[in-house]
């Protein structure tokens, strides 16, 4: 037996029962035999075994997928490498998978197509990585002018958001200006914490700051300037409201974590962020969604600690020490031998070298707005602060109220009114039910002609709702015996719809038959179960001339 028969018949088509998590069952095992050397195996049993679970189910789910559209292309001589490219790509089946299972089955695969679609992937791919990389640098290729060849730059963007200064070297070109301060307030993007923006001010020029890069292991604040650039000792001054707004988000990443890791469980690690003046956005680890209560419950007791203005106290440690007081630090971030770590006392404790507000009193107020996934295993939550979240609550209202006065009522009112209108609803839509079993809304009544002891009922409606459609046949097979009724739907999709009653049924006559072959004349086909079927119509036009073909085309079903 080769390798194919042993592994394909686990793949063949349709999936009964669907497949099921296998390695999720090993983990217990591997804590067992390894745990005494790795003793967070089995503290996190629980959690590895669970994770374990959801992420090989959504792998199970992708490749259930994949099969399935291999299913679809199983009369097929071929499968092409568009297809085939298709399967590697999005269902994530190797080349020599989709091989296998075609071989199995008398198919050829087109690998060449297959490689070319690879390929062609792989050089996008490139070039977009090639484009993110130099965004930008291409139109500031002018040379470094040094001012001070000894000059040493001072970030003092943690005490201060103002200074005077001099630049120590600048690079113009074109509309674009970059600056290398002495002393230097503004903070270059790291650790998810947005650059800062504001204005140098000299004599004779200003430089709006846009943005803050790294060069050289040095800061420059980026701008545009159409001028040629003349250095003078200047004036630079971050945009505070902006930097306050950063630091409140900041500072409730910090807050967020901490709650997290309470309420969901220690599991819990940042995962990435961004910290902007607008908003926050904070990713982690964990298994599966937020349930609500736990959202809500960890919202609670961030405001909590907001509320508290507990002061927030940053120092210098050696990474060591600071690792064996329990700071928290990045997975995968390298830290020097010297950290920086932020103590929200009692709350939280971590390696952080951005900026944070001065007590959590400052950050006003916390709100979630979103939570979603980010990555397998991997959720992410977005959220606001201060007068982000003020606006919010202040839109919210807004909203509400708007709706409440559709509604004809107040806002505190409104879940109550919906609640009514829903149930209103309901009872609505089982009398239209009712009145459509009993016949009422097929629109035109039509004709009725008789094909031997075989009444047949050819109507017209303007519904497009199936759910309706079937009702009226419904209520057409409980009052007729012996009867057909063809019922032709002339809304935003024309269609055909047959039902046969029970007695014709068991005569072998079947309503897929009859539908089919009157979409036919149209260009269209259907099909359904032997009592209620519908076909689509192909040509629109051809509408009158398939109902003037009924009677006939019902008469060779009918005999």
């Not at 091989?99 to 062609?120: K, S």
């Not at 993110?132 to 040493?152: H, Q």
């Not at 001054?237 to 469980?265: S, Y």
């Not at 309706?468 to 012996?482: E, L, N, S």
Request: proline share 3%.
């Amino acid at each position: 037996m080769d390798k194919s028969e042993e592994t394909l018949p686990r793949l063949k088509l349709p999936l009964q029962p669907p497949l099921e998590p296998t390695l999720a069952q090993l983990t217990r095992a591997v804590s067992g035999a390894m745990g005494d050397v790795y003793p967070e195996l089995v503290s996190k049993e629980q959690h590895i075994e669970r994770v374990t679970r959801a992420e090989e189910e959504r792998f199970l789910e992708t490749i259930e997928g994949g099969l399935s559209r291999l299913e679809e292309l199983k009369g097929a001589k071929a499968i092409s490498g568009e297809d085939a490219f298709k399967l590697y790509d999005t269902y994530g089946f190797p080349i020599d998978l989709t091989q296998m299972i075609a071989a199995e089955r008398g198919q050829t695969v087109d690998t060449e197509g297959f490689e070319h679609a690879l390929g062609q992937q792989r050089r996008r791919s490139r070039a977009a990585r090639k484009a993110a990389a130099g965004g930008g640098e291409g139109r500031r290729r002018g040379e470094w002018v040094e001012l001070k060849k000894k000059g040493k730059q001072k970030w003092i963007g943690y005490d201060a958001t103002k200074a005077e200064t001099e630049p120590i070297a600048f690079r113009q070109s074109g509309d674009q200006l970059e600056l290398i301060l002495e002393e230097n307030p503004f903070y270059a993007e790291s650790g998810g914490q947005v650059s800062d923006t504001g204005v140098v001010k000299g004599d004779g020029w200003e430089l709006t700051v846009e943005g803050v890069e790294k060069v050289d292991g040095k800061s420059a604040v980026v701008g545009t300037f159409g001028e040629t650039f003349e250095p003078t000792a200047a004036l630079a001054q971050v945009n505070e409201a902006r930097r306050r707004n950063i630091e409140r988000n900041h500072t409730a990443t910090h807050l967020v974590h901490a709650a997290l890791r309470r309420i969901l469980g220690t599991h819990v690690r940042q995962a990435g962020s961004v910290v902007a003046p607008e908003r926050l956005r904070f990713d982690f680890s964990h298994h599966g969604p937020i349930k609500g209560d736990q959202l809500a419950a960890v919202e609670a007791e961030v405001n909590a600690h907001v509320w508290e203005n507990i002061p927030i106290e940053t120092r210098e440690m050696a990474y060591k020490d600071a690792i064996g007081a329990g700071a928290m630090a990045l997975f995968g971030e390298k830290y020097g031998d010297v950290v920086r770590v932020v103590d929200v006392p009692g709350v939280s404790l971590e390696l952080c070298g951005g900026t944070h507000v001065g007590a959590t009193g400052q950050i006003a107020v916390f709100r979630f707005t979103h939570e979603t996934g980010a990555a397998a295993g991997v959720r992410r939550i977005e959220a606001l602060t201060g007068p982000a979240a003020y606006r919010y609550a202040i839109e919210l209202q807004t909203r509400l109220s708007e709706a409440a006065g559709l509604l004809k009522t107040q806002p505190e009112h409104l879940a109550r009114r919906i609640e009514a209108m829903l149930e209103e609803n309901k009872k609505l839509e089982k009398r239209i039910a009712e009145l459509l079993k009993g016949g009422a809304g097929s629109g035109e009544q039509g004709a009725v002609e008789k094909i031997g002891d075989v009444e047949l009922h050819v109507s017209e409606s303007s519904l497009d709702d199936r759910g309706q459609i079937a009702a009226i046949m419904d209520g057409f097979r409980a009052k007729h015996k012996r009867a057909i009724s063809v019922l032709f739907t002339t809304g935003d999709r024309a269609g055909i719809h047959v039902a046969v009653t029970d007695d014709l049924v068991s005569k072998g006559v079947k309503a897929g038959d009859i539908a089919n072959a009157i979409a036919s004349t149209t260009g269209g086909k259907g099909g359904g179960r032997p009592h209620f079927a519908s076909a689509g119509v192909g040509d629109v036009s051809k509408l009158g001339e398939a109902r003037a073909r009924t009677a006939e085309i019902v008469r060779d079903f009918a005999r």
